[in-house]
């Protein structure tokens, strides 16, 4: 079974639909300049939406270089079941965090720049990067991979070499996004075998809201790959 997360949500109808096509996780981007990003009180009120839904879906809180307090004080509000963090969080950072946030699932993404050279915001090779995965195994429950650009944390609509994913197997569970839509996502999957998927920008009508069509679509292709 992929896991199947729909990122940078913002309205209670895209947070419905996504519920309703049976995806596992949606995403609150609270962090970065994105536009898709937003503010504690909207996501609050999607939240209270979402709670006559049959489907119970796990939210996940996406966060940037944030204090361990705003952090958790969002969690706690938003009954999150997940954290994760796309800047350039350090292990101690972590293990902080692991601490405070013990009932969480906690995300770390990473950012692929070729298929030699994968980068958390400090330009570290694969070798080094995958010898820090280890030790992030203590703290973090998944590694994201993303693709990178400079000075942004994700939402690129950028794809990278898929086949990279095959280092990182075994150390953590590799959640596999950057630029995944529907035409290519079986072979996303197909290629990388990763724990789950995670797409937001390309399902869209623009920046901030989501085409139906497309989230209908990509939920459906990666469920009938399962």
Do not use: H
Request: aromatic share 8%; with cysteine; proline share 3%.
């Amino acid at each position: 079974m992929v896991w199947i997360k729909i990122c940078g949500v913002t309205n209670l109808e895209d947070a419905m639909l996504v519920s309703r096509l049976k995806a596992d996780a949606l995403g609150f981007i609270f962090s970065t300049d994105s536009p898709r990003r937003i503010g504690l009180s909207e996501a609050e009120k999607i939240n209270n939406g979402l709670r006559d839904e049959e489907n119970r879906i796990s939210k996940v809180g996406v966060f940037v270089n944030e204090r361990v307090e705003l952090i958790r004080e969002y969690c706690e509000k938003l009954e999150l079941n997940y954290i994760q963090l796309s800047g350039d969080e350090d292990i101690d950072f972590l293990r902080t965090l692991r601490k405070e946030a013990r009932r969480l699932k906690i995300i770390k993404a990473l950012r692929i720049r070729d298929i030699n050279k994968i980068y958390s915001g400090n330009g570290l090779d694969e070798p080094v990067i995958i010898k820090q995965t280890e030790r992030l195994r203590k703290y973090a429950d998944f590694i994201l991979l993303d693709s990178y650009k400079k000075n942004v944390y994700g939402g690129t609509g950028q794809i990278f070499n898929w086949g990279v994913v095959k280092n990182f197997r075994g150390i953590l569970p590799v959640i596999l996004s950057g630029g995944l839509e529907p035409g290519n996502v079986g072979e996303a999957v197909s290629i990388a075998k990763p724990f789950g998927v995670d797409a937001s920008s390309l399902l869209e009508e623009y920046p901030g809201k989501k085409d139906a069509e497309k989230v209908r679509r990509f939920v459906n292709i990666v469920k009938k790959m399962q």
